[in-house]
């Protein structure tokens, strides 16, 4: 069971979890869920079949709970709780714990949230009132590019490296051309925050604008869906933007400036981390329960060394990254809008939060031992889509590179400000 005594947890944050723990006690039925994750999918599914793989009926019922548009800002009508980094924290940490996949669902529309903090006013009051008044409203972000892996910067700033998708102005609008890969909910989003490069020429951290595309205009579609070992609820896709004309207006950050609004993305980001938490958690509470039920030689295995202390250890490192996750969202709290306090923060948690996880793996199949395979166990279906989204946000080698740079003062401003 989580525990709710921390020093940044305060009574609001623990009200919010609350409700956040009896909305999956009540609507989420985790069995379901993960059999519509599994559901196969056709590499050219439509955007229209992949919509229906998506559990509107949970989705509206998390409207009418308040906790889908809880991130919004509260003058477009949401609950307000965007910057509080803590409470979202506790809220995805929830999502995860009790409802699995629909954590991840969550945090998707929240982290979107971040991006419109530098939106034209009327633009980011358009898309968050649609976003309040249409239950079916999804947003996604497209970064990756098939000659850039899962980190489109990369340790290094060289022109010419990475980001080859397009942007070209013409009169009032700009018109993006190039492919996307690996894009969580792109085939199912009605907006897409777009990184394309508007100098063909310059370093990428330096040449790069973001662009918000409404999916319901042409210029866009879906290549191929990528049908992953784990899928999530909300597809992985690749896609092409050909003649994608986008109206200036749409333009969410400076000419050449996306990777400096990007900073206030990683805060919103990592939500994402906190959801995988609250899975990971009670994917550990599985199998300590497991381990204290199976009688072998006479005794509960978690009593057998070998056993107990695999349990122990993976509750050690997990009590360790929730203290890290919800210190650094706490150090957020105190920033101002955009700024990032520490280049360390993200990727510290990015490479502990996979490293955490990768061992929990490791102890669920020695605890289970021949079961851990079983689609009898949620276990089998968690290490299968967090094995799936191991890459997204950097890998967590990479972005040990970029930190090693930090500290020994060799990156440049673009790896310390992303």
Same mark, same amino acid.
């Given at each position: 069971?989580?525990?709710?005594?921390?020093?940044?947890?305060?009574?609001?944050?623990?009200?919010?979890?609350?409700?956040?723990?009896?909305?999956?006690?009540?609507?989420?039925?985790?069995?379901?869920?993960?059999?519509?994750? *599994?559901? $196969?999918?056709?590499?050219? !599914?439509? $955007?229209?079949?992949?919509?229906?793989?998506?559990?509107? *009926?949970?989705?509206?019922?998390? /409207? *009418?709970?308040?906790?889908?548009?809880?991130?919004? $800002?509260?003058?477009?009508? %949401?609950?307000?709780?965007?910057?509080? /980094? +803590?409470?979202?924290?506790?809220?995805?940490?929830?999502?995860?714990?009790?409802?699995?996949?629909? %954590?991840?669902?969550?945090?998707? !529309?929240?982290?979107?949230?971040?991006?419109?903090?530098?939106?034209?006013?009327?633009?980011?009051?358009?898309?968050?009132?649609?976003?309040?008044?249409?239950?079916?409203?999804?947003?996604?972000?497209?970064?990756?590019?098939?000659?850039?892996?899962?980190?489109?910067?990369?340790?290094?700033?060289?022109?010419? +490296?990475?980001?080859?998708?397009?942007?070209?102005?013409?009169?009032?609008?700009?018109?993006?051309?190039?492919?996307?890969?690996?894009?969580?909910?792109?085939?199912?989003?009605?907006?897409?925050?777009?990184? !394309?490069?508007?100098?063909?020429?310059?370093?990428?951290?330096?040449?790069?604008?973001?662009?918000?595309?409404?999916?319901?205009?042409?210029?866009?579609?879906?290549?191929?869906?990528? *049908?992953?070992?784990?899928?999530?609820?909300?597809?992985?896709?690749?896609?092409?933007?050909?003649?994608?004309?986008?109206?200036?207006?749409?333009?969410?950050?400076?000419?050449?400036?996306?990777?400096?609004?990007?900073?206030?993305?990683?805060?919103?980001?990592?939500? /994402?981390?906190?959801?995988?938490?609250?899975?990971?958690?009670?994917?550990?509470?599985?199998?300590?329960?497991?381990?204290?039920?199976?009688?072998?030689?006479?005794? &509960?295995?978690?009593?057998?060394?070998?056993? %107990?202390?695999?349990?122990?250890?993976?509750?050690?490192?997990?009590?360790?990254?929730?203290?890290?996750?919800?210190?650094?969202?706490?150090?957020?709290?105190?920033?101002? &809008?955009?700024?990032?306090?520490?280049?360390?923060?993200?990727?510290?948690?990015?490479?502990?939060?996979?490293?955490?996880?990768?061992? +929990?793996?490791?102890?669920?199949?020695?605890?289970?031992?021949?079961?851990?395979?079983?689609?009898?166990?949620?276990?089998? #279906?968690?290490?299968?889509?967090?094995?799936?989204?191991? #890459?997204?946000?950097?890998?967590?080698?990479?972005?040990?590179?970029?930190?090693?740079?930090?500290?020994? %003062?060799?990156?440049?401003?673009? +790896?310390?400000?992303?």
């Amino acid at each position: 069971m989580l525990n709710w005594n921390l020093p940044y947890i305060t009574d609001e944050h623990r009200s919010l979890a609350a409700l956040m723990k009896d909305f999956c006690e009540r609507e989420v039925d985790l069995r379901a869920l993960n059999d519509l994750a *599994d559901k $196969p999918i056709a590499p050219n !599914a439509t $955007p229209a079949d992949l919509r229906a793989r998506l559990p509107l *009926d949970l989705l509206n019922k998390a /409207h *009418d709970a308040g906790l889908r548009q809880i991130a919004a $800002p509260a003058k477009f009508g %949401g609950g307000g709780y965007g910057e509080d /980094h +803590v409470a979202m924290g506790a809220l995805a940490e929830t999502a995860g714990y009790y409802g699995g996949q629909f %954590g991840r669902l969550m945090t998707i !529309a929240w982290k979107q949230m971040a991006a419109f903090e530098y939106a034209p006013e009327e633009v980011a009051k358009e898309v968050i009132e649609d976003f309040m008044n249409d239950r079916t409203t999804m947003m996604a972000a497209s970064f990756t590019e098939p000659n850039s892996g899962s980190d489109m910067l990369l340790p290094y700033d060289e022109p010419g +490296v990475a980001g080859q998708t397009l942007a070209v102005k013409d009169g009032d609008d700009w018109v993006i051309n190039g492919d996307k890969m690996f894009c969580t909910a792109g085939g199912v989003s009605n907006y897409i925050t777009v990184m !394309a490069r508007t100098d063909p020429k310059g370093p990428i951290s330096k040449s790069m604008t973001q662009f918000l595309v409404n999916t319901r205009n042409p210029g866009w579609s879906v290549t191929r869906v990528n *049908d992953n070992m784990g899928n999530e609820l909300s597809s992985n896709v690749q896609m092409r933007f050909e003649n994608c004309r986008v109206p200036d207006k749409y333009r969410m950050s400076p000419v050449n400036g996306a990777f400096e609004v990007g900073k206030s993305r990683l805060a919103g980001k990592t939500a /994402h981390l906190f959801a995988e938490l609250g899975w990971t958690e009670r994917a550990w509470e599985d199998f300590k329960e497991y381990s204290k039920a199976r009688i072998q030689g006479g005794k &509960r295995i978690i009593e057998h060394n070998n056993v %107990g202390m695999l349990v122990a250890e993976t509750d050690c490192l997990i009590r360790t990254l929730r203290l890290f996750l919800y210190n650094d969202a706490w150090e957020w709290c105190g920033e101002g &809008r955009g700024q990032l306090r520490d280049p360390l923060g993200w990727f510290y948690a990015n490479w502990y939060c996979k490293k955490v996880m990768w061992r +929990v793996f490791e102890a669920g199949l020695e605890i289970y031992g021949g079961l851990a395979p079983s689609r009898e166990l949620n276990f089998e #279906h968690f290490v299968r889509v967090k094995m799936s989204m191991f #890459h997204g946000g950097s890998t967590g080698l990479l972005s040990l590179v970029k930190a090693a740079k930090v500290i020994a %003062g060799q990156a440049s401003d673009a +790896v310390q400000e992303t």
